[in-house]
């Protein structure tokens, strides 16, 4: 099953596997590639950019199939060099970057300059829209199921998708709330090109975080995941765990930033994956944790889903139109 993402991108499966704080490291991403979907490492994990040219030589260690990086530009009061990031990506020959986060206009001269693909990932048809018409390659749309910032339309993949592919000519990845073939073969029919996942990697067996994160996962139910800094207007969706509730009823209740400062801090994060305790911070999780119920391998993962994806679309969708 190829679409014409597999042909711009360079890849053998319609699946990418979006960047993910903290999650998107090379043992991970190497894995995607070899699995023949197209993975991102995540540039602002790396404290540095000489530290993301080393990540991406690591992942090249581990692999010799093409992946990519992903660059989240976050409006920032201090904000990290987005620009020596940039270069770090264009010198070390990435052949594809995923942008998100802000209009990524500004960093678009010098990767098409070099020759690196641009797959962008917004939230609504309007931003798609406008990324194409700035000359990227391909666009992710997240609808408002997915892990992470959603936006604030609040349109989910049913309605958003084709309400892109309306007006979208670019290769289109569906992104938020997939997790296996169903969705896969949902998201064509919807018409979009292929699958973006963040959850649904974090568990599987070579996602470089603790085991008790991936049992969470599979654990936890489509009702499990929280809106904060809806007040804030830079909603993200994460796991549902005391801290999370925490945020949300002191922002309710008239609290500014400042007072949940501390609760969400990165650092708080980054120890829920490192030391498996779920209640130690905020970490992002998507509503398809409703449909994870084990921590496979990346490669047993992907091939259950294109595998499982042509059986659905020869022999029950198939099945069901009469010659
Ligand atoms: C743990 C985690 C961290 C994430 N961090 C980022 C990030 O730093 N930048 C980004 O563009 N997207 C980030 N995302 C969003 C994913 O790339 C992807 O768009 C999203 O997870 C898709 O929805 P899904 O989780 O339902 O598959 C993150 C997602 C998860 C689960």
């Not at 040219?53 to 904000?79: H, M, Q």
């Not at 994460?238 to 949300?248: C, K, L, P, T, Y």
Request: net charge negative; charged share 25%; hydrophobic share 45%.
């Amino acid at each position: 099953m190829r679409t014409r993402f597999c042909e711009v991108f360079g890849v053998e499966h319609p699946v990418a596997q979006g960047g993910m704080q903290w999650v998107g490291r090379a043992e991970l991403v190497a894995a995607v590639a070899e699995a023949g979907a197209l993975g991102f490492l995540t540039a602002l994990t790396q404290p540095t950019p000489e530290d993301l040219a080393k990540e991406i030589a690591r992942c090249r260690e581990l692999t010799d199939k093409p992946f990519g990086v992903n660059l989240t530009i976050l409006p920032s009061i201090d904000p990290p060099p987005y620009a020596e990031y940039r270069d770090v990506i264009v010198e070390a020959g990435v052949p594809v970057v995923e942008t998100a986060g802000s209009n990524p206009v500004e960093h678009l001269p010098v990767f098409r300059e070099a020759g690196v693909k641009v797959l962008h990932k917004c939230t609504s048809v309007r931003h798609a829209v406008k990324a194409q018409e700035l000359g990227v390659d391909g666009v992710s749309i997240d609808g408002f199921e997915c892990a992470g910032h959603p936006g604030e339309d609040d349109i989910p993949g049913l309605v958003l998708i084709p309400a892109a592919a309306e007006k979208i000519t670019v290769p289109m990845l569906a992104s938020g709330g997939f997790g296996d073939a169903r969705g896969l073969v949902a998201a064509l029919a919807l018409g979009a090109d292929g699958i973006n996942m963040g959850t649904r990697f974090v568990a599987t067996a070579e996602a470089p975080v603790h085991d008790n994160v991936k049992q969470a996962l599979v654990r936890a139910t489509e009702r499990d995941t929280d809106l904060i800094f809806r007040p804030l207007r830079n909603t993200a969706r994460v796991a549902s765990n005391s801290v999370s509730r925490e945020v949300i009823e002191i922002l309710a209740t008239g609290g500014a930033f400042e007072d949940v400062r501390e609760l969400v801090a990165g650092a708080r994060g980054r120890r829920v994956y490192e030391e498996g305790d779920p209640e130690l911070g905020i970490w992002s999780a998507g509503l398809v944790q409703g449909l994870i119920h084990d921590v496979p391998t990346v490669a047993e993962l992907v091939e259950r889903i294109m595998t499982g994806a042509e059986e659905l679309v020869r022999d029950r969708l198939g099945g069901l139109v009469r010659s």
